[in-house]
Structures are given as C-alpha cells and as structure tokens.
C-alpha cells in the first residue's frame, strides 16, 4: 500500500491513547457489571413489566 | 383515588402524534424508495422534470425514511416508554408540542428543497442550513423535554433502554453538530467547513454513526422495553444488556473510515476503522442473542400474536445486518463490495428488517393500547409480515447479485491487465434482472406497509384516544442522587482517573516524565486498595448511585463516544494538510467552474458518480491513476461518492470535448445506448448564478483554498470569458448555446476533473535544495 500521510509527531500517540482509555473503562464496566447483585439485576430486568 | 395514592396521567396524545406522522411519513419515503428504484431500469420515469430525477430524489428517500419514518417512530417509542420507565409523566405539553411540530415542519422543508436541488452535498446531511438549525433546536427541545422527565421521576432506577436513548440524545446531538458546520453563502447555500480528506472523514463519522446512534441504539432501547413487555416476560439477560449497551457505545464511533477503504485517506485510519468494526461483531450478536432469547418459553405466541413475530424477524435482521457490516469491513471484501449494489442492500436489510419490522410491531402493540380497543385484523397484520418478508429477501438477494457481478465485473483484469469489461455500460446491462427484481422485492414490502395502515386507520376508528394512567404514593420519600459535581468529587470517581490517567503517562511518555508516570501508577493502586478496605462499600455504593444519577451518568456516555471520533478527527483536521499531500495537488478552480461544481452538486451527482479512483489495477486501467489526498484538498464538500450506479469522475477532465458532454447531458442515451441515467435539458435553459460568486470564492477563501485575490468585477469577467472559451467550442461544432447558461458551467468543471499541479511538500523541497 502506498504511504498516504507523514506521521507527525504527537498525532499518532492520540490513537493509542484512545485505545488504552477505551480498553481500561471496558473493564472496569465488565467488572462492574459482573458484580451486580442479584437482586437488583432481577428488579431492573422487571422494569418494564411493572405497569400497564 | 385512596388518600395518599395520587394518579397521574401519561401524555399519550404525543406518542400518537408521533406514530402517526412515522406511518404517514414512512409510506411517502418508500414509495419515493420505490420510484426511485425503478428509474434505474426505465430512465423515463425520470420524467425529463429536473424535480424528479433519481439524483435530487434519492435523498429525499434516504432523509424521509431515517429522519421522518424512523425518526417519528423513535420519538413515539421514547416517549411512550420512558413516562412508563420512570414513573413520570413527561415534563412538558408545551415541548412535547413544539417538538412534534417542528420536526414535521422540518420534514415538510426538506421535502420541498431537496427535489429543488438545495443541497449541502453530503449523504444524509443534505438539508440546508437554516433546516440544519431547526433539527439542531428541536433535538434540543426533544433533550430538554426527555432529561427534564428524568429529573421529575419517581422511579430512581434508569431501565437499560434509557440508558440507550440517552446515549442517543448525546451522541447524535455531538455527530449531527460537527458535520453540518458550515459557512454560508445565501439563505440556501453553503459551503462545509472541512474540506477533501478532513470532509469524508468527518462525514462517514457522521454518517455512520447516525446509522448506529439514530437506527440503531434507540431502536435497541425499544427493544429492550417492547419485546420483554410483549412476550410477557422480562429480559433474557440484564448483565448482557449493559455489557451490550457499553460495548456499542465504545466501539460504534470508531468504525466510520470502514467506509472510506482503499481511498486516499490515512492507511492507519483504514486500519482502525477495520479493527473496530470487526469488534462490532461480539456486541450485536449478544444484543440480538439477547432479544431473541427473551423470548425463550413464549416462542408457541409466534403463531398467532403479530407483535412478536415482527419483534422476532426484526431482531433476526438487526443480527444479520450487524453480520453483514464487519464481513464488508474487512478490506479484501470491502475492495469487491463497495461502490456496489451490495452495499444498498446491506443498509436495507438494516433499515427494511430491522427498523421497519420493529417499527411495526411497536405500531401493533401500541395502537390497541392508545385507542383502547383490539386489533381490527390479526390476519392483515399476518399478511403484512409474510408481504414484508418476503420482499425483503427478494430485494436482498438481488443485491447480492447485482453487487457481486458489478464487484466481478469492474475489477476483472486478464494476465495482461486488459480489462475484461471495458464499458461501464456491460455492467449496467447484466444487472438489469436484479434491478427488476429489487423493484419487485421493495413493491411488496410497501404493499405490505399500506395493508398496515389500513389495518391500524380500522383500529383506531374502532377505538377512543385513551391515556395511560398510574398511582404514585404521595408520600413517596425522595431518594438522593448525587449530580455532576458529587459524581466527580468522589474518591471513587478520582481514583479511576487516576488509575486511567498515569499508566497512560507511563506507557507513552519518555525520560523522567514516564517513570514518574509509572511511579504514579503503582502509587494510586496502592492507594485505592487501602483506601476502599477501609470503607469497603465506598466504591459499590457510589456506582449505585451513579447508575440512577442521569446527569453524570450522561457525561460519561458522552466521553465515551467522543473518544472515538476526538482520535480519528483531531490528528486529520490539525496536520498542514498541503505539506502532507503526496506528489500532486488540487488545482484550484476559476470561478466558471466553481458556478459548474455548485450545479453538479446540486443535481445530485455524487449519488451515482464518485470521485476516487482506488490503487486496484482495474480502477487504474479503466478511469486513471489512483487518487491522492492532494486531489481533492479544496473541496468543500469533498464529493468521492459511495457508489457507482455510473463511472467514476475523478479524471474525467479532457477525456472528452466540450461537445460530447454538451451531447450527454442532452440525451444520455445518444452517446451511452442503454445508459439508465437522466437527461438534463433545463441545463441548456437556466441560468448560472454568475453574480453569486465573488461571495462563495469569499468564503471559500476564508475556509483556505488558495484562490487568487480578485475584485469582484474580475471574478465575473474571468467568469464570462471561460464561458464565451466553451461557447465557441461548442459553435464549433454546430452547438448553440449562451454562456449564460448552467450547462456550460458544468462543462467547465468536468472537464478540469483531475488536473492537478505537481506537488513537493516543504520537507522534501528543502532536502532538494
């Protein structure tokens, strides 16, 4: 493939940035969301079934 | 009412409202679909009227049916289902009105300018910017409203499907904000800020996320309160929806440059517009697992209820879609799908499967309920889905093979290198069947959707207009939440920060700077663990309460889809675009042919034309070298299109004499037999705007093309001298024509098509020197 662009100097560090951000909150989340107690997972999952 | 039960009234009205002008609105955008479709196998139902051709009408289509079909439904869905999720009627009649109204005087706009030819330009961002700021103000009140409600509610809990809408409100306000910024030039012109590369990018940004944020995450949040409430039972798995709700959000926004592979924008944005969308896979497959698995133990209701067997299909089609999405973002793939027919029918196993079923089956389930009757025909209901799913296979599987033969077509080379199929025009006579059957495929489906409104008009007169009600303790005590700044100012909050922030120093940084990041890094561990065994359900709890706090809750919705787009767009929009143009660079069009892009645009070229030759040895052979990024650097809008229902433009320029284009555009099929596009003889009839453009060069001037300063009066001259240039050469072949007029104009601009300036970049100019 040709070489459409000159890296430039902190432009590329953004990406990397970005990921390593994304990557780390993903986790928390999964973690957190695997740490749901039961019974709060069961009233929310109801939610919708409460009324009319 | 008892003494401390209070009964509060649901504004169903709105949600009425709203699902009426979908199913109004849906049917007109199909049936322009339909039409459409049509004119690419019998050009004569173009008409000859300027108002009607497929170029001004496809994005009437393509608008009607995301903003006004789905866009009413989505509105209907929220509205309906969050004052029953939150426990709260919604906070304002006024808003509600105003939001209703002003989005169908937006739809009534759009549908009067666009077949006038206003237009910015852009796929699904066509509308004019006085439109623009009226959907920028109506998403604002539709906000308002819906966060305000939030903020009234006696439900403390936020239900996962608010959790997507809200995800849709910060998101699409941030997408449809960026992209439509633009300079104008008249009450119905204006020029996008972003120009070439910068352009696309912030476009397919845009573009393909309003298919994620407006098509999809509301719909889902639908999804998750209707398809439970339907089948009776709730969802399969809570911990899925959330891990499915963060995924999407996280991921979605990256994965715009999958629609701009093997083009000239930056090979590292390809690859991570690629990476991402294959990521997409995981997440939709477990949302569509989840809605399908919901319906475990009530699979027998299928028979005989039509609300779940629209909710079933329809989440079918949101998984065979989201299949289809990363197998065409794969580049291999991507380099024989796109520019295809391949392409137009993914998005409408999409839009016809998976919003138009689960619209649908919202209509059925609702319609009842709002009229407070039963459903005038389970039978016409049944047909209409057998009606709809059946043309929706038919229209698919036609675009699979059209696309596929116009992929195998146009990229088929022998050992030579000697095209198999020199003219374009072979392609667009072997896909004649398909096409036939694509009409076929969408007739049914909007035969299906007329059967629908019959059937609801025959529920609702059957009926009374009914809103919902419930009853609320009075003496409810209210239950804290923490705000913005309580979610910030929390040691919880500032350790994950933290815990983000210097490991980032520590991989990235250098020298003293990154150990002190890593020193940092183990420091804040250290420190959390402490800290949090010392109150150990700190953290639980402030998660607690984030999860039912909207506002902080909503921050962080919104950072995580700006995190995407920030890395993709800053790195673009920041480089001096010149000095890293490759070897050639645009030259910068005389005000004739600015006036001649202005018209092509308007006529709605870039639907079927593009502009970017990719570096396949096909593409060279049959319409030039493969673009640079330097190509198309002043073009505001950029224009390298999405498909090819005719042949690239990039390097069209002098391939052809001034009289052959005069001769085309007249009567397209005199030059091209079998051509399906539209003439165009009101070109040779109105006008240029020749006074205008002092003003666009103006603006243009200040968005950074390089134009040479002019006074006006020079401009106008120069102008009028390349004209007279063209008009001769048109006499000279026994061609009469004023250089007043629109077509000579375009002839000016497509015949500059490619011509470019060699180029060096500073760098390398200076090492030569």
């Given at each position: 493939m040709w070489k459409r662009i000159e890296y430039m100097?902190?432009?590329?560090l953004l990406p990397q940035i970005g990921f390593a951000l994304f990557a780390i909150a993903f986790v928390i989340i999964i973690w957190r969301t695997l740490k749901i107690k039961k019974q709060d997972l069961d009233k929310a999952s109801r939610m919708p079934l409460d009324n009319d | 009412m008892s003494e401390n039960k209070l009964t509060i009234e649901y504004n169903d009205r709105i949600v009425r409202m709203f699902m009426m002008a979908s199913i109004i609105w849906g049917f007109v955008g199909m049936l322009v679909g339909v039409l459409i479709a049509s004119q690419l196998n019998y050009?004569?139902?173009?008409?000859?009227m300027e108002w009607l051709t497929f170029g001004r009408l496809r994005p009437l289509h393509t608008n009607a049916v995301i903003f006004a079909f789905v866009g009413n439904m989505m509105f209907a869905g929220v509205y309906h289902s969050t004052q029953r999720l939150v426990k709260a009627?919604?906070?304002?009649d006024f808003l509600s009105n105003l939001h209703f109204w002003g989005w169908q005087l937006i739809i009534v706009s759009a549908a009067i300018t666009l077949p006038l030819g206003f237009?910015?330009?852009?796929?699904?961002?066509?509308?004019i910017w006085p439109i623009n700021i009226g959907v920028a103000l109506m998403w604002v009140v539709f906000a308002i409203n819906f966060f305000w409600t939030l903020g009234i509610r006696r439900e403390k809990s936020l239900y996962v499907a608010i959790w997507f809408y809200i995800a849709t409100i910060v998101t699409v306000t941030m997408l449809y904000v960026v992209n439509h910024l633009s300079l104008p030039t008249s009450l119905t012109h204006s020029y996008p800020i972003f120009g070439g590369v910068q352009d696309a990018l912030v476009q397919w940004w845009y573009g393909h996320n309003a298919v994620?944020?407006?098509?999809t995450t509301p719909i889902l949040g639908i999804m998750y309160y209707y398809v439970p409430k339907a089948a009776g039972r709730?969802?399969?798995?809570y911990r899925l929806s959330i891990v499915h709700f963060w995924s999407l959000v996280f991921i979605?926004?990256?994965?715009?440059p999958h629609h701009l592979l093997?083009?000239?924008?930056p090979g590292w944005l390809q690859s991570l517009g690629m990476i991402f969308s294959l990521m997409l896979w995981a997440p939709s497959w477990g949302g569509m697992l989840n809605g399908l698995l919901t319906l475990r133990g009530a699979w027998h209701k299928l028979r005989t209820d039509p609300v779940l067997k629209f909710f079933a299909a329809g989440v079918t089609f949101y998984g065979m879609a989201t299949f289809e999405g990363p197998l065409l973002s794969i580049k291999s793939v991507n380099a024989l799908a796109?520019?295809?027919?391949w392409i137009i029918g993914h998005v409408h196993s999409g839009t016809l499967g998976w919003n138009g079923f689960m619209a649908a089956g919202m209509f059925y389930f609702l319609a009842p309920k709002l009229w407070k009757?039963?459903?005038?025909s389970v039978a016409l209901a049944n047909m209409h889905f057998w009606l709809g799913l059946v043309g929706i296979l038919l229209y698919v599987a036609a675009m699979w093979v059209s696309g596929i033969t116009q992929g195998l077509m146009l990229n088929s080379v022998d050992a030579?290198?000697?095209?198999?199929?020199?003219?374009?025009l072979e392609t667009v006579q072997s896909i004649k069947l398909p096409m036939l059957f694509r009409v076929f495929g969408g007739g049914l489906y909007l035969i299906g959707f007329a059967i629908m409104i019959y059937n609801l008009w025959k529920t609702i007169k059957s009926g009374t207009p009914t809103n919902g009600t419930f009853e609320v303790d009075a003496n409810e005590p209210k239950e804290e939440t923490m705000g913005l700044i309580g979610a910030i100012a929390s040691p919880s909050f500032l350790y994950s920060a933290a815990i983000i922030a210097f490991p980032c120093v520590w991989l990235f940084a250098d020298g003293i700077v990154g150990h002190l990041g890593g020193l940092l890094s183990i420091a804040t561990c250290v420190a959390a663990v402490l800290h949090f065994k010392k109150s150990s359900a700190s953290f639980e709890d402030w998660h607690e309460k984030f999860l039912k706090s909207s506002m902080p809750f909503t921050a962080l919705v919104l950072v995580a889809a700006a995190i995407g787009g920030i890395v993709q767009i800053v790195p673009l929009v920041t480089i001096d675009r010149e000095n890293v143009a490759e070897d050639r660079i645009q030259k910068v069009y005389t005000p004739l042919e600015l006036a001649g892009r202005d018209i092509y645009i308007s006529e709605g070229c870039y639907n079927c034309h593009s502009q970017m030759i990719r570096p396949f040895v096909a593409e060279v052979k049959r319409y030039g070298d493969y673009s640079r990024?330097?190509?198309?650097?002043?073009?505001?809008?950029?224009?390298?299109?999405?498909?090819?229902a005719g042949p690239d433009?990039?390097?069209?320029?002098?391939?052809?004499?001034d009289e052959w284009h005069y001769t085309h555009m007249m009567n397209?099929?005199?030059?091209?037999?079998?051509?399906t596009m539209p003439n165009y003889p009101w070109l040779a009839k109105k006008e240029t705007n020749i006074a205008a453009l002092p003003g666009k060069i103006s603006a243009l001037r200040t968005l950074?093309?390089?134009?040479t300063e002019k006074s006006d009066e020079e401009v106008i001259a120069e102008a009028n001298a390349q004209a007279q240039r063209i008009v001769q050469n048109l006499k000279d072949k026994q061609i009469e024509v004023t250089k007043d007029k629109q077509i000579v104009a375009l002839i000016a601009y497509l015949q500059q098509l490619g011509l470019t300036d060699n180029h060096q970049p500073d760098e390398v100019t200076a090492a030569a020197q």
């Open positions: 100097e902190w432009q590329t | 050009k004569f139902l173009n008409f000859n009627r919604l906070a304002s237009t910015r330009g852009k796929e699904y961002a066509e509308l994620a944020f407006f098509l709730p969802v399969y798995s979605y926004i990256w994965a715009g093997y083009t000239a924008l796109h520019y295809t027919d009757t039963k459903l005038y030579n290198g000697v095209l198999a199929y020199s003219n374009f990024l330097g190509d198309s650097i002043y073009d505001h809008p950029y224009q390298w299109g999405s498909r090819r433009l990039a390097r069209v320029g002098i391939k052809y004499g397209t099929g005199a030059l091209s037999p079998g051509s950074g093309v390089p134009f």
